[in-house]
């Protein structure tokens, strides 16, 4: 009897490390948005959200965050969560600071083998009022990744080289400057890759409100499920 308790056991446990390992697996590269303290790789990542918000917004629990909330409804696992508050893009930040430390291309080699990243970001960029630049989509010099188009074409070559066969889809917050918005969607297209714009989103503090990441989880999971929207 007892032999069979455990092969019961273990069967009920091979299913289970089984049924793991097929769910999707899913990175993010992000910025205040997509940050929770605990959760970030590596953890000396700078957060915006964590259990204690107070007054800047009503999200207390990682589990009412956006990207919890679209892995869990969907049925994916994280893979790792590459986000650090206030970050740009490009390698210029607020009042013209060097933010390469904290910057997306600087970051973006480091989301582990998942099969779908998102990329949550030009927000800082666009707050921050970084250098457009120019549209260049190869030989990019060191100071033309201070500015946000080259940065964001750079960015989106060495992902598409880096993750191969991975799918990618870069998420465009919504208010943001309209030369911005213009510049994702366009450097996006060039690519190939995928821009989810969203709209109307509930913030407080200018983040994302409990209201506001259902809304975004919501927004994702209805363009996944229609691919047709997503372009």
């Known amino acids: 009897m007892k032999k069979i308790i455990l092969i019961l056991i273990l069967a009920i446990f091979c299913s289970f490390f089984s049924y793991a ?6 990175s993010i590269l992000g910025d205040s948005y997509s940050t929770f303290d605990g959760y970030m790789y590596p953890d000396t990542n700078a957060v915006w959200f964590d259990t204690n918000m107070k007054h800047k917004t009503d999200v207390n629990s990682v589990k009412q965050t956006w990207w919890y909330k679209f892995i869990k409804e969907n049925k994916y696992k994280l893979e790792v ?3 650090f508050s206030g970050a740009t893009i490009c390698n210029t930040g607020y009042n013209k ?5 904290r910057s997306f291309i600087t970051r973006m080699n480091n989301l ?9 970001g030009a927000t800082n960029d666009s707050w921050a009022g970084a250098p457009i630049g120019k549209y260049k989509y190869a030989g990019w010099s060191k100071e033309e990744l201070y500015e946000f188009r080259p940065a964001m074409a750079y960015m989106l070559a060495y992902m598409l080289g880096r993750y191969p066969n991975v ?3 870069f998420i ?28 109307d989103i509930d913030k407080k503090s200018g983040h994302p409100s409990i209201k ?3 809304q975004i989880s919501d927004y994702l999971s209805k363009k996944f499920n229609d691919k047709g929207d997503v372009y």
């Open 167 to 169: 799918e990618i889809y």
């Open 172 to 199: 465009l917050n919504s208010e943001l400057d309209k030369t911005i918005n213009e510049s994702v969607k366009t450097i996006c297209k060039h690519y190939n890759v995928s821009c989810i714009e969203l709209n």
């Open 97 to 101: 600071q060097d933010f390469t430390s």
């Open 21 to 26: 390992q097929s769910l999707k697996s899913v």
């Open 212 to 214: 506001g990441m259902s």
């Open 81 to 83: 969560n590459n986000s």
């Open 112 to 120: 582990g083998s998942p099969d779908m990243i998102l990329i949550f």
